[in-house]
């Protein structure tokens, strides 16, 4: 008789932490990279997509003017990192320089959820990402038959650290090697965490550099600049140039000519599903994947006012 009334109170507890769990106010925190690309703000929608189907959040998103501005990054993490907060989402700027600072979150216990760039701890719950690697691969199986297997090169990166960028850049530079080695990589730079940056390394790149055929920038900060700079050099259309990310700046270069494809992909639907990876380990009500993809696509003129992409660059 004791042992069921024991039961008894315990599954009420357990439901009434539950459905507190659900009223309770529950603040979370989003940290993105940076605040000056199109595609923070496709994620944020996500985030705000998903608030719409959960009352009970108080959402702070706030995170660093660049992608290459890790000290801020830090100290915003830093300042948010205490008693009061439910869950952190973070997008690391640096893979490394953020192991310690996400591990002290952690260690408080609050839920970390990784979205967008990988970090080098095991300490959060989810990691909510493009597959960066194959997406590199991607874009230089397009490059080489745009080259039809033969040509000079440039690769150009943001900044050392960013795990999303370098690994779009290893996939990218694995998939040459094995399937296109007559392509050279006459260059590998890292241009810069903003376009400003990006546009300055470009033209000087440019400027010092000839015989290249074609271009592989790793974000839209990057492509924004290099395409800004081919601009400036009356070289747009004369290199082909591949580039990642949506901004319509980016997306009217493919229609004139001067981009020949980009790599979209799904800042939004990354957004949305954060929020629920981290309610998921603020409820402890379903076990999430410790790491969800989320789709690209490869979008060239051809396919850019189709139904398919129109749909995919809103809806993601
Ligand atoms: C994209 O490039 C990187 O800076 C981020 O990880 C994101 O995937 C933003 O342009």
């Known amino acids: 008789m004791i042992k069921s009334l024991l039961w008894v109170m315990i599954v009420c507890l357990f439901t009434l932490s539950t459905s507190q769990a659900d009223e309770k106010k529950l603040n979370i925190v989003f940290i993105p990279k940076s605040s000056d690309q199109v595609y923070w703000t496709f994620m944020r929608k996500g985030v705000d997509d998903a608030l719409k189907e959960q009352k009970n959040i108080e959402l702070t998103w706030r995170g660093p003017s660049y992608n290459d501005d890790t000290d801020a990054q830090i100290q915003i993490l830093r300042a948010y990192s205490h008693t009061g907060v439910d869950a952190i989402i973070i997008a690391p700027t640096d893979k490394s320089r953020l192991i310690n600072p996400i591990n002290e979150a952690s260690a408080q216990g609050i839920k970390m959820i990784i979205v967008d760039s990988a970090v080098d701890t095991a300490n959060y719950q989810t990691f909510v990402t493009t597959d960066n690697y194959s997406s590199g691969q991607i ?56 376009r400003g940056k990006a546009l300055h390394s470009a033209t000087e790149l440019l400027q010092k550099t000839n015989h290249i055929d074609a271009i592989f920038a790793v974000n839209e900060s990057a492509t924004d600049g290099v395409l800004r700079a081919l601009r400036n050099e009356k070289l747009s259309g004369k290199i082909k140039l591949i580039g990642f990310d949506a ?32 309610l998921a380990a603020l409820h402890h009500t379903q076990a999430y994947p410790k790491t969800v993809f989320t789709e690209v696509r490869l979008v060239t003129k051809a396919n850019y006012h189709t139904p398919e992409i129109q749909k995919f660059i809103m809806g993601n």
């Not at 080489?144 to 690994?167: E, P």
């Not at 319509?248 to 629920?276: F, H, T, V």
């Open 139 to 194: 874009a230089a199986k397009h490059l080489s038959q745009l080259l039809h297997n033969k040509g000079n090169v440039v690769l150009f990166r943001i900044v050392a650290g960013s795990a999303s960028t370098d690994d779009r850049a290893e996939g990218f530079l694995e998939y040459l090697h094995t399937h296109a080695p007559d392509i050279k990589i006459i260059a590998d730079v890292n241009g810069g965490g903003s």
């Open 247 to 278: 901004s319509d700046y980016l997306l009217a270069a493919l229609d004139s000519n001067e981009i020949d494809a980009l790599i979209l992909q799904s800042p939004r639907q990354m957004g949305y599903l954060s929020i629920k990876a981290a």
